[in-house]
């Protein structure tokens, strides 16, 4: 036996190991550009490394989830954020038995799109760009991936497998409601691991969300007293761990949440699956009900604590005062980059100067900065004292 697994033997072991309805490398539809397979690395695996090696994805570590960056350095960004739906996208997967390095790549670029300042500057861009083709960050991320990226001489793009660029742009959740309209296949459900992505990137932004509020003191231990989650889940910690510092309270409180959501995600998935007769993956795409989900009891337990974070946490005036600042900056940058195109750097007018859109070329522009990036402009632009 070779001491070197070759992409033939990883793609084969798939053949063995994964699911019959999970997607396999070998099934890929392909690039747009052709090229060369790796010698070590399945399709997805690649899609995978690529998408970390991205300037829109390094970017992340300077984007809000909630906090802008400079309201404290222990909250999550986009970065982390994205790293803890990988990290349970991959333990859901692994579970499933479907394939973890699509998956993988998903959940690294599922919010490759996302503007500076969160929902905020994603509204904000929407507005913007009304009547000249709209803003989404699912229909951002794919033209990153497809177009904005410059890596290759041969290409524009990252050239990703067809599956890793429908997952992207069908990527949907209770906050995120793509347009599947304009969506890669928009006749056939998403695959699994797309699916798996969708649902771990929920769970992330509750759990770790609520965490954020908690330290943030905007959310309080008694605003969540009358919630039968977190009051079970308080019960199931406070049974094993007798006084515990206040800190790795809270720690193993989140967490368990997590695990128990994760669990029970698992379970009601395998029994959707057996439910629908689910046995390849063109079963998965013309099932019109989605497969990966919690189950009705969990739905409900969830429900209260969805309701209370957008209630209490992403409307409380202190976000609401970061988020309306957030669209004031853009906007007013977006109307000064549109009518005074000069100000823009060589590289981005010149796309003006061959035909593009102006508004579109503004708003990737935007759509790219990081929130620091964002208010520097802002300052250099509007701030007759700031150096530019």
Known sequence: MSPVASREELEAREERWLAPYAM???QTKGRQHPEPEDPYRTAYRRDRDRIIHTTAFRRLEYKTQ???????????????????????AVSIARTLRLNEDLVEAVALAHDIGHPPFGHAGEDALRELMEGHGGFEHNIQGLRIVDLLEARYPGFPGLNLTWETRESINKHRTPYDQPDLT????????????????????????????????????????????GLALWQQTCEAVESMHRR?????????????????Q??????????????????SVERVRGCRARLIGFSDEMTQLRTPLKRLLWNQFYHHYRV????????????????LYLAKPEQLPN????????????????????AGMTDRYCLEEY?????????V
């Open 182 to 225: 304009v969506a890669l296949d928009p006749n056939t459900s998403p695959l699994l691991e797309s699916q798996i992505a969708d649902v771990a990137d929920e769970i992330a932004y509750d759990n770790h969300d609520l965490d954020d509020g908690l330290v943030s003191g905007i959310l309080k231990e008694e605003d969540l007293a």
């Open 347 to 366: 590289t981005t007018r010149s796309r003006i100067t061959r035909g593009d859109d102006p508004h579109r070329v503004v708003c990737d522009y935007i």
């Open 262 to 279: 994760v669990t029970g995600l698992i379970e009601a998935s395998v029994e959707r699956l057996k439910h629908h007769q689910i046995d």
């Open 379 to 387: 300052k250099k632009l509007f701030d007759p004292f700031e150096r």
């Open 66 to 88: 909630v906090f802008v960056n400079h309201e404290g350095d222990h909250y999550r960004t986009r970065i982390t954020h994205t790293l803890e739906v990988a990290q349970i």
């Open 320 to 335: 609401a005062r970061m988020a309306d600042k957030a669209k004031r900056f853009i906007t007013e940058l977006f109307h």
């Open 24 to 26: 396999k490398s070998r």
């Open 244 to 260: 515990l510092e206040p800190e790795i309270r809270r720690y193993q409180i989140i967490r368990t949440l997590i695990n128990r």
